[in-house]
């Protein structure tokens, strides 16, 4: 594993969750049928969740709080993946994208449960036991959508339109693993691609971040919300 | 928000506390059972107030609303017993009705 | 059936009303009262899917993460409680897809305060505190609507919606007592949405002759649910330090409040799609059900 701090690792995971979260909660209101709204509202606010404990648990170390973490710095200071910063997407690039980023998540945390870092171990099984359901719903819609012709057209084109920002949510050397399972899955192979990785911010985060700070920037550092 | 001819209504039976009964909780449109389960889940237990559901076709209920009592067998409920007056009798007999 | 008929057995089905009789969703049921019925838990309906919109925007924005997380799940209650009303009118008859129709071409209606657009974080609060709280109001009353399956799902709407404005009362409060700014937030926004507000529990038709209470679909006439309202807000309002700019709002001696008489032209222009925001919501809505029109089309269509 690339050499990281502790911080920046739980910092990483934080900001992914947190903009996943966003992503997600922006159907809210607007998903295929209200049934599936519901659903994918929790999923969102599960993600959230999961990101509030992870800067909980960054912010002890750094001397801070989660929401400074998590909106008060710099947009070039995030490490988020791109693949979680691209705006709302239409519902199949939605699916194919819930469903690569449980897929490379799922990876990540098998790793982190077997860390010699209790806090971080046991923060990991809590998100994974969460993150069965995900998967199954994500799961479910891939199924689906591949079992009828304009579906399977439109989740192919997803899901290879957003490989290569798949292969970047992860490290490098778990990058293999991820194709193996994802090919595995879907039954075909997926394109040979160079991944876009963490720090190639696309563009889209600045845009975020300028909305998601507006309400709290207009009033000083520290007012209460 | 679509209401497809083949979206199959489930009937969603909640228990609140384990040892309570199910009840009738509402229903949920889906493809299938798959989804159903999911939407259920969300639907009736996303702030943890369900210990367990119960998820079934509609078209599997068989309702029964009609119940005839044609002769009137009273005998078969409690409103069909009226002790009071027997029993006032025999406690004036025995000397031990209450004042 | 027989004219002659079908009218003694719709007095029949009064009198069963009267008595407390409830009916459920196969019982028979005269035609005015279903039709009745099925066009107020629609509007209710379309009220819940269209109050998304106002505030759906403040997620991004929301200062916090339990912020976030809490309007999140306001608004995810409110889909919720959508998905519910329209199964209730599914079942007496009307598909949801039709409602849908009928709510995109302008054909049917919802309720005055979602056709008002949000401008600030204080509309945040305001609307989940005070729009929730009227709507309460409203929604108690409905326990006890002789429509068994209306009544037993608002039962968990009114639980639900205590939970939001317990958050809505948090949000105010948070900004009452920050900064100056802050707290003008909040002014401003009650400023305008306090005339949507005393509009929103409609004409005040004495309940003597409003059909809905005579069908004991509501319990309570328009004007009661209002003085319930001003009675259990205002003072709470008041003891905050905000100001109301009604220069007749007060409570009189026989603990009746008095107000200014609300434009009613206004009411009924609004909840017919003439407010401000009205046509961009609708348009949005239209927008957002084309895009996925291709799911409902082919994935749908082919049960497993």
Same mark, same amino acid.
């Given at each position: 594993m690339p050499e990281r701090s502790r911080a920046d690792l739980l910092l990483e995971l934080a900001d992914d969750e947190l903009v996943i979260g966003w992503r997600n909660s922006e159907w809210t209101g607007i998903a295929p049928f209200l049934e599936e709204d519901v659903a994918f509202s929790s999923i969102a606010q599960n993600e959230i969740g999961h990101a509030r404990a992870l800067y909980e648990l960054a912010a002890e170390e750094l001397g801070s709080t989660a929401d400074e973490l998590a909106f008060d710095r710099s947009p070039g200071d995030y490490r988020c993946a791109p693949l979680v910063e691209l705006r709302r997407l239409e519902w199949a690039w939605t699916v194919? !994208?819930?469903?690569?980023?449980?897929?490379?998540?799922?990876? !990540?945390?098998?790793?982190?449960? *077997?860390? #010699?870092? +209790?806090? %971080? *171990? #046991?923060?990991? *099984?809590?998100?994974?036991?969460?993150?069965?359901?995900?998967?199954?719903? *994500?799961?479910?819609? %891939?199924? =689906?959508?591949?079992s009828v012709r304009e579906g399977r057209l439109r989740l192919d084109e997803a899901l290879d #339109?957003?490989? +290569?920002?798949?292969? #970047? %949510?992860?490290?490098?050397?778990? =990058? +293999?693993?991820?194709?193996?399972?994802?090919?595995?899955?879907l039954g075909r192979e997926l394109p040979d691609v160079d991944p876009v990785a963490r720090g190639d911010h696309v563009g889209e985060l600045a845009e975020l971040w300028e909305e998601m700070t507006s309400v709290r920037r207009s009033a000083p550092a520290g007012a209460q919300w | 928000m679509s209401e497809n001819a083949t979206d199959t209504v489930f009937e969603v039976f909640r228990q609140e506390r384990k040892g309570q009964p199910f009840q009738h909780a509402g229903s949920v449109l889906a493809p299938d059972l798959r989804f159903a389960e999911i939407y259920a889940r969300e639907q009736y237990g996303r702030r943890q107030e369900s210990s367990a559901l119960w998820l079934v076709r509609r078209d599997a209920i068989d309702e029964?609303?009609?119940?005839?009592?044609?002769?009137?067998?009273?005998? /078969? /409920?409690?409103?069909?017993?009226?002790?009071?007056?027997?029993?006032k009798e025999a406690r004036e007999r025995a000397g031990t009705q209450p004042s | 059936m027989e004219a002659e008929q079908v009218e003694s057995r719709a007095a029949e089905f009064l009198e069963y009303l009267e008595a407390g009789g409830l009916v459920e969703a196969h019982d028979w049921m005269p035609d005015e009262y279903r039709a009745r019925l099925r066009k107020f838990v629609e509007m209710h309906a379309n009220s819940e899917l269209m109050g998304v919109l106002p505030e759906r925007d403040w997620i991004l924005r929301a200062p916090t993460l339990q912020r976030k997380l809490a309007l999140t799940a306001k608004i995810q209650d409110e889909?919720?409680?959508?998905?519910?009303?329209? &199964? $209730?009118?599914?079942?007496?008859?009307?598909? &949801?897809?039709?409602?849908?129709?009928?709510?995109?071409?302008?054909?049917?209606?919802?309720?005055? $305060?979602?056709?008002?657009?949000t401008r600030t974080w204080g509309d945040v609060g305001v609307i989940a505190w005070l729009v929730d709280a009227a709507a309460i109001v409203s929604q108690k009353a409905l326990l006890k609507c002789s429509y068994a399956p209306y009544a037993r799902i608002m039962k968990k709407i009114c639980w639900e919606e205590s939970f939001h404005i317990l958050h809505g009362r948090d949000v105010v409060l948070a900004l009452v007592t920050g900064t100056p700014a802050q707290f003008e937030l909040v002014q401003e926004a009650l400023d305008r949405w306090w005339g949507p507000l005393l509009q929103f529990h409609g004409t005040p038709i004495p309940a003597s002759e409003d059909p809905m209470v005579r069908w004991r679909i509501k319990s309570q006439g328009n004007e009661a649910a209002r003085q319930e309202f001003l009675d259990g807000y205002v003072p709470q309002i008041l003891e905050l330090g905000l100001e109301l700019h009604d220069p007749?709002?007060?409570?009189?001696?026989?603990?009746?409040?008095?107000?200014? @008489?609300?434009?009613? @032209? @206004?009411?009924?222009?609004?909840?017919?799609?003439?407010?401000?925001?009205?046509?961009?919501?609708?348009d949005f809505r239209r927008r957002s059900r084309a895009e996925i029109e291709w799911i409902g089309r082919t994935v749908l269509a082919e049960a497993a």
């Open positions: 194919a !994208r819930h469903w690569l980023y449980e897929l490379a998540d799922e990876l !990540r945390l098998e790793r982190l449960k *077997a860390s #010699g870092d +209790p806090a %971080v *171990a #046991g923060l990991a *099984a809590k998100m994974d036991r969460e993150e069965t359901y995900h998967r199954l719903h *994500a799961d479910m819609w %891939v199924t =689906r959508l591949l #339109g957003l490989w +290569p920002f798949a292969l #970047g %949510v992860l490290d490098e050397e778990l =990058r +293999p693993e991820l194709r193996r399972r994802a090919e595995a899955r | 029964l609303s009609d119940f005839p009592d044609e002769f009137d067998l009273k005998y /078969r /409920r409690v409103d069909g017993y009226s002790i009071k007056a027997r029993l | 889909v919720g409680h959508a998905q519910l009303l329209y &199964r $209730v009118v599914a079942d007496l008859g009307k598909p &949801r897809s039709a409602c849908l129709d009928d709510l995109l071409a302008g054909r049917s209606k919802f309720h005055n $305060v979602f056709h008002y657009p007749k709002l007060r409570r009189n001696d026989e603990g009746v409040w008095e107000y200014t @008489e609300p434009d009613w @032209e @206004e009411l009924k222009a609004v909840v017919s799609g003439h407010g401000p925001a009205s046509q961009e919501r609708l």
